[in-house]
């Protein structure tokens, strides 16, 4: 007997409607698009490929733009333009790519800079939207039905602009997002699926390198739940470094000295070949312009010892982030192209001393993933699973004195929303700048800025009465809103995070390494910037409170008020030139400032009680 659709009322206006969703592994090599068919994730495959090369040729010659294996082969002429790799050009400045490579780039200051192709200009998020775009070909080509939406892989330690412009490359490209998704996540999302007794091992470490990015990610897994406790990784280190590190081998061999652009691709596509080959047998010969010789695994792993040291050194960070040790983790999961080298395989599983899974296809294991949570997020299911991602880089805004203070520390838990509430330093103050940094030390000037936005219209009160309430949200998709409402007066002021460009890799060591060297320096520091503030506060309000209720007190005392206010400003200014203090002069404000408190407070107390005689005069007990 043949069964009829399964329609739940309400849920959908076409229940009949064939409808899909795909995950999508926007790879700095390799590009992959799947599905979910019978519950089971499939890699949607053109002629038996299965891999999209992330490469793009512009030409001339060719008004239509070629992606992927076309484009892989095509020759360089004089009217093309080939581009590999456009993953690691993704929100950065011209001043930000420090690494190599071999195309014409146009500055374009704050933006993202442009390859200068023959037929004009192209963003890197032109060029991923034209990736993209090659990925909804092939699900068209499917019949497949209708589109309900689509997850997008990023780099875990992707931060807010690279992920706003993989976005944007989404929209350009007309699909339509339902979420980015971490792709360490995605992976272990895959092998969840697939292999229910990981769910039994706790916790699960996925060792993620790619083409061009590495990430390390700790997640628990328990019972459907997903929850990453740690992440880590550079965006900029990956498989196309050990092609590089090839290439120069294969030149210093040959004594070759400097190479044009096609040269140089054709000589990265050897290397690459050599790579690959190595994967599977000890050695290869290898010949290049009158060189002739062989390459062994082994001299390839001394080659990449840089790559693999960097990547244990950060899996080692991301440890300690999740206060685990080794022992501790049940499964070390292997994914990307890159981990198909022997020399990776062998220096994970003697750090770890435990042999590492890749019994998914490292090429595709990110694209199943997303494939899955894609169909989870648009389909109820008693099996669906429930991911908890986390923010990278702690976020923060600066406060007085160029101090930081953090409303969101890294390695928080996202989906989050986190308030804080703050007051104005000076009397009859009517705005203030909100300013968001990202980073891990104390003062602004060591963080990174992300955005700034003006709060006006505050009507005017006496300093520390406005009760300022600023409030970070951060969505599932690694994107931050900041808001700000002075809730005496409802004002408020908001802004969508969203920088043009991303942290280097420099920022991005620079940011974490710095917090940890400098941590006990940053915290004397913030301790004398606040004690001087404080000092400095109580001064600017006993000026004008002398000035008006002098009265309450003899002309002796208020004598002795501004002696003691004198030598707590004297303190100050000895180290107010370069904003530092060394113990004895922290000592020296401290002591002033509670010379002057012991004096201050009990004409603090006088006004305190003229105000409540006065409010309280003239009137009956029931009045009051």
Partial sequence: MALLQISEPGQNALPHAKQYTLGIDLGTTNTLVATVRSAQPQILKTEDESLIPSVVTYSTSNPQVVVGTKALGAAVKADSLTIRSVKRFMGRSAAEIKFSHPYPLVDRGDSMPAFNTPIGLKSPVEVSADILTSTMLRAEAADLGDLAGAVVTVPAYFDESQREATRKACELAGIPLLKLLNEPTAAALAYGKSNPELQKDGHVLVFDLGGGTFDVSILKIQDQLYEVLATGGHTSVGGDDADRLIAKWLRDQASTGEIDTQAQHELEAYAREIKQQLSNNAKVEVNFQGFSGVLTQDQLSDMIAPITDLCLKLTERALRDAGLTKDQLGSIILVGGSTRM???????????????????????????????????????????????????????????????????????????????????YQDGQTGLIVHVVQGEREQ?????????????????????????????????????????????????????VKPTQGLSEEDQQRLLTEGMQHAEQDKNTRQYLEDRLEAERELEALTPALSEFGHLISDDQAEVIQHAMQVLELAINQTKADDKANQDQLEQIRSAHASLKKLSDPFAAAIMNQAVSSELSGKTPDQI
């Fill in 444 to 496: 602004v000037t060591d963080c990174r800025s992300l955005a700034k936005f003006t709060l006006s219209g505050i009507p005017p009160m006496k300093a520390g009465v406005a009760r300022i309430e600023v409030n970070f949200s951060i969505d599932t998709n690694g994107l931050l809103q900041v808001s700000a409402t002075e809730v005496n007066s409802g004002v408020q002021a908001s802004i969508n």
């Fill in 342 to 424: 022997p020399a990776v395989q062998q220096a994970v599983q003697a750090f770890f001393d435990k042999e590492p899974m890749s019994s998914i296809n490292p090429d595709e294991v990110v694209a199943l993933g997303a494939a899955l949570h894609a169909n989870d997020l648009t389909r109820e299911s008693a099996n669906r699973s429930n991911l908890i991602d986390v923010t990278p880089l702690s976020l923060g805004l600066e406060t007085m004195g160029g101090l930081v203070e953090r409303i969101i520390s890294r390695n928080t838990p996202i989906p989050i929303s986190k308030k804080q509430t703050f007051t104005t």
